[in-house]
């Protein structure tokens, strides 16, 4: 049973870009979290998706960055025109319907803007 | 505010050297308490969940307990193997909202 996967697993951009970060949960799983691991910091919780529903996104910067779970395929985190402080590891969690509390983590993106 | 705090930021044992890391929380509204281990350049691993006060749970040289304002992550003859990086996670509310402690970095020496 595959566990939460996340590609790319290093992603690199020059500021201006857009970086798109894929999250596909583990089977099963409906519920999806997105998180973000600055150097020497801990991990921040940005948004909480349901299939093609935003239950709670009140870590997510107010610009450039946007989440979705379509009906079919993963989670998308999209950075639009990066900059040099989004540079960051990014952690795709998820979590069974029949319980919501414990969540599973990917191996994480690692995100360098140039 | 809710506050997640871990001490110690670091800890070196020798293999064998029995120890404990500590999770201070001030939340409201506290749902569970987890502890997770996390190596360099991957993602967090899912140790222990602990719902209420005077819960323990424990795997293999692991042991975690909870309080009404702490937790302990107990780890008895620790080997090399388990050097990493332990995180405490509060989750709040309805909306499944997970605070994250700085973490605790263990190195172990053989």
């Known amino acids: 049973n595959a566990g939460v996967m996340q590609n790319p697993r290093h992603l690199v951009r020059r500021r201006g870009q857009e970086a798109r970060l894929r999250c596909s949960p583990m089977k099963g799983h409906s519920h999806v979290y997105w998180y973000r691991q600055l150097p020497e910091e801990g991990l921040k919780f940005m948004v909480y998706?349901?299939?093609?529903?935003?239950?709670?996104e009140s870590g997510m910067p107010k610009e450039r960055f946007s989440a979705e779970f379509p009906k079919e395929g993963p989670s998308i985190l999209r950075i639009q025109q990066v900059v040099r402080g989004d540079s960051a590891a990014y952690f795709c969690a998820s979590s069974p319907q029949y319980s919501t509390d414990t969540q599973y983590f990917g191996p994480g993106t690692r995100l360098t803007v140039l | 505010e809710d506050q997640v705090t871990q001490s110690p930021e670091a800890l070196r044992l020798q293999e064998g050297e029995s120890s404990s890391l500590n999770c201070s929380y001030t939340?409201?509204?506290?749902?569970?308490l987890f502890w997770y281990r996390q190596d360099p350049g991957k993602g967090p691993e899912f140790l222990f969940t602990l719902y209420s006060a005077g819960e323990e749970k424990e795997k293999e040289r692991l042991k975690a307990t909870l309080t009404k304002k702490e937790s302990f992550l107990h780890i008895t003859a620790p080997k090399p193997e388990d050097s990493a990086t332990y995180l405490c996670?509060?989750?709040?509310?309805?909306?499944?909202?997970?605070?994250f402690g700085a973490g605790t970095r263990l190195t172990v020496k053989p």
């Open positions: 939340v409201s509204g506290l749902r569970g």
């Open positions: 996670a509060v989750l709040l509310g309805d909306n499944n909202d997970m605070r």
């Open positions: 998706l349901q299939k093609e529903n935003i239950i709670d």
